[in-house]
């Protein structure tokens, strides 16, 4: 039985090396796309004759788009034909080598307990696999009788020339005349992914942040690559997506001083309408694996909380209003929000562009614990921009929105509108809350009274910058003039 096995094994690893070329001399590189693709590069061998030839290459994914495979000499020398091109992605397994025994007589090794093992054998009268993934019950004839399970683990008779262990991209090639030389290879495939993730350290009180960021992939390709050199493209690239998906596919900066003498752990640069992101070193991704790499570290950001209190709204970024003369701006919120913001700048210790991704706010308590304190998600972010990040809301910051007062005048085409906002302060320092108002009931209006100065910030939006001491309560009122 051993000696069976071993030889098996012998033969399947004799499957690989069938072929012109089996598989690459080199490593792969990778540009991985936050979009659930990429493109694979690898080089590979070809000894080819003058006339027809046979090549084989071994180390494709499970999931790749063989009508995007480019195949060439990269030194622009030889001058070959691609006659035909096949690929196949049915690996060799027992599912399928029962489906290609079905009609046929086996061994199987049985092993009971208290029992000495044996051998029975049993004809495959239906294997129970289809390559698309789909699995019945098999059926198999033992002894004249049929039975829906496998009666031990079948022994299969030597393996066919045209067994593949991966998957696999075979090509026909015509030459005009002998040439030898490493092929280019490259090729879009699905199931190849990586994402940014940010991890921030505050201080319970101050400005400042520390900021580390992550890339991590994940490999659902179907194929591992050993120590591949790596990009990451950033952005919205345009790619046409399958109408459907099986299920198998789905399943499928300032550095303090000890750092500064280290290598970047990634560069980044501008390409076309995106941004690329190269790993400095080489990265092995096994199949079925999710591996994260640092891409940032820094120290010192200036991140300030703002306060925001936005009484006409529910929730964080909608706003919810009614036109109805007797319910518009009827107080809906008194939660204040917490958030924090910071320029994406170089004076301020970052300047990389700062791909899509999540953040997480973990502050420091004054025993040196951390604690998480709220996450959101940001968008591609360029040089210089700046980030605003909604937390939560403020437990001890509480607010109120009332109308004190509404006439309108149709006749005159005008309408006045008065209200009043309070702000309590329950923590023990002063607190600045910025009030948002929206005047969207006409396009012209005017504000006819005011208790504190305010700020535009646009057409249809002021905002009140309130200074709170600690346990007071502050009030905010305006009374706005509209006309149509």
Same mark, same amino acid.
């Given at each position: 039985?051993?000696?069976?096995?071993?030889?098996?094994?012998?033969?399947?690893?004799?499957?690989?090396?069938?072929?012109?070329?089996?598989?690459?001399?080199?490593?792969?590189?990778?540009?991985?796309?936050?979009?659930?693709?990429?493109?694979?590069?690898?080089?590979?061998?070809?000894?080819?004759?003058?006339?027809?030839?046979?090549?084989?290459?071994?180390?494709?994914?499970?999931?790749?788009?063989?009508?995007?495979?480019?195949?060439?000499?990269?030194?622009?020398?030889?001058?070959?034909?691609?006659?035909?091109?096949?690929?196949?992605?049915?690996?060799?397994?027992? &599912?399928?080598?029962?489906? +290609? =025994?079905?009609?046929? *007589?086996?061994?199987?090794?049985?092993? #009971? %307990?208290? /029992?000495? @093992?044996?051998?029975?054998?049993?004809?495959?009268?239906?294997?129970?696999?289809?390559?698309?993934?789909?699995?019945?019950?098999?059926?198999?004839?033992?002894?004249?009788?049929?039975?829906?399970?496998?009666?031990?683990?079948?022994?299969?008779?030597?393996? &066919?020339?045209?067994?593949? +262990? =991966?998957?696999?991209? *075979?090509?026909?090639?015509?030459?005009? #005349? %002998?040439? /030898?030389? @490493?092929?280019?290879?490259?090729?879009?495939?699905?199931?190849?992914?990586?994402?940014?993730?940010?991890?921030?350290?505050?201080?319970?009180?101050?400005?400042?942040?520390?900021?580390?960021?992550?890339?991590?992939?994940?490999?659902?390709?179907?194929?591992?690559?050993?120590?591949?050199?790596?990009?990451?493209?950033?952005?919205?690239?345009?790619?046409?997506?399958?109408?459907?998906?099986?299920?198998?596919?789905?399943?499928?900066?300032?550095?303090?001083?000890?750092?500064?003498?280290?290598?970047?752990?990634?560069?980044?640069?501008?390409?076309?309408?995106?941004?690329?992101?190269?790993?400095?070193?080489?990265?092995?991704?096994?199949?079925?694996?999710?591996?994260?790499?640092?891409?940032?570290?820094?120290?010192?950001?200036?991140?300030?909380?703002?306060?925001?209190?936005?009484?006409?709204?529910?929730?964080?970024?909608?706003?919810?209003?009614?036109?109805?003369?007797?319910?518009?701006?009827?107080?809906?919120?008194?939660?204040?929000?917490?958030?924090?913001?910071?320029?994406?700048?170089?004076?301020?210790?970052?300047?990389?562009?700062?791909?899509?991704?999540?953040?997480?706010?973990?502050?420091?308590?004054?025993?040196?614990?951390?604690?998480?304190?709220?996450?959101?998600?940001?968008?591609?972010?360029?040089?210089?921009?700046?980030?605003?990040?909604?937390?939560?809301?403020?437990?001890?910051?509480?607010?109120?929105?009332?109308?004190?007062?509404?006439?309108?005048?149709?006749?005159?085409?005008?309408?006045?509108?008065?209200?009043?906002?309070?702000?309590?302060?329950?923590?023990?320092?002063?607190?600045?809350?910025?009030?948002?108002?929206?005047?969207?009931?006409?396009?012209?209006?005017?504000?006819?009274?005011?208790?504190?100065?305010?700020?535009?910030?646009?057409?249809?939006?002021?905002?009140?910058?309130?200074?709170?001491?600690?346990?007071?309560?502050?009030?905010?009122?305006?009374?706005?003039?509209?006309?149509?």
């Amino acid at each position: 039985m051993r000696n069976h096995r071993f030889m098996t094994l012998r033969r399947l690893a004799g499957l690989s090396l069938l072929g012109t070329a089996a598989t690459a001399s080199a490593d792969p590189s990778l540009t991985i796309y936050n979009q659930n693709f990429a493109v694979v590069r690898d080089t590979l061998p070809l000894d080819l004759k003058a006339g027809v030839n046979e090549a084989r290459f071994s180390g494709m994914t499970g999931l790749a788009e063989t009508d995007s495979v480019i195949l060439r000499d990269s030194a622009g020398k030889a001058k070959f034909q691609i006659l035909e091109q096949a690929y196949r992605n049915d690996p060799v397994s027992s &599912g399928l080598m029962l489906q +290609l =025994n079905e009609g046929k *007589t086996i061994d199987f090794f049985v092993r #009971e %307990p208290n /029992k000495p @093992d044996r051998t029975v054998q049993g004809t495959i009268i239906r294997s129970g696999y289809s390559p698309g993934g789909q699995i019945t019950q098999p059926i198999i004839e033992v002894e004249k009788k049929l039975q829906f399970s496998l009666p031990g683990e079948p022994i299969f008779p030597a393996l &066919g020339d045209d067994t593949i +262990l =991966n998957p696999t991209l *075979t090509w026909t090639l015509n030459s005009a #005349e %002998p040439a /030898k030389f @490493d092929a280019e290879i490259a090729y879009v495939t699905g199931g190849l992914s990586w994402k940014s993730d940010y991890n921030i350290v505050a201080a319970d009180k101050g400005d400042t942040i520390d900021l580390v960021g992550w890339i991590t992939f994940n490999n659902q390709s179907g194929t591992g690559f050993k120590q591949a050199k790596v990009k990451l493209m950033a952005g919205d690239v345009n790619k046409v997506q399958p109408q459907a998906m099986s299920m198998r596919a789905m399943g499928g900066i300032k550095r303090d001083m000890a750092a500064a003498a280290m290598d970047e752990p990634v560069s980044e640069k501008s390409f076309a309408e995106f941004h690329l992101y190269t790993i400095g070193r080489p990265v092995t991704l096994r199949s079925q694996e999710t591996k994260q790499v640092e891409f940032i570290r820094s120290t010192g950001v200036k991140a300030p909380k703002i306060y925001v209190y936005d009484g006409a709204t529910m929730n964080y970024g909608a706003w919810n209003y009614y036109r109805g003369e007797g319910e518009y701006g009827v107080p809906t919120n008194k939660k204040v929000w917490t958030l924090r913001e910071f320029k994406n700048s170089k004076d301020n210790n970052l300047g990389m562009a700062l791909p899509k991704g999540r953040l997480r706010f973990y502050s420091q308590d004054d025993d040196g614990s951390l604690q998480f304190t709220g996450e959101n998600n940001i968008d591609h972010t360029a040089k210089d921009e700046t980030v605003r990040v909604y937390l939560g809301n403020s437990f001890d910051l509480v607010g109120e929105r009332r109308r004190t007062a509404y006439k309108v005048d149709s006749s005159n085409k005008w309408l006045d509108e008065t209200f009043e906002v309070k702000l309590r302060n329950h923590k023990k320092e002063p607190i600045e809350i910025r009030v948002v108002e929206h005047l969207s009931r006409f396009d012209n209006w005017e504000l006819k009274e005011k208790s504190d100065d305010f700020r535009k910030l646009d057409s249809h939006t002021i905002e009140f910058p309130v200074t709170v001491k600690p346990d007071e309560e502050k009030i905010v009122t305006y009374k706005v003039h509209y006309t149509w």
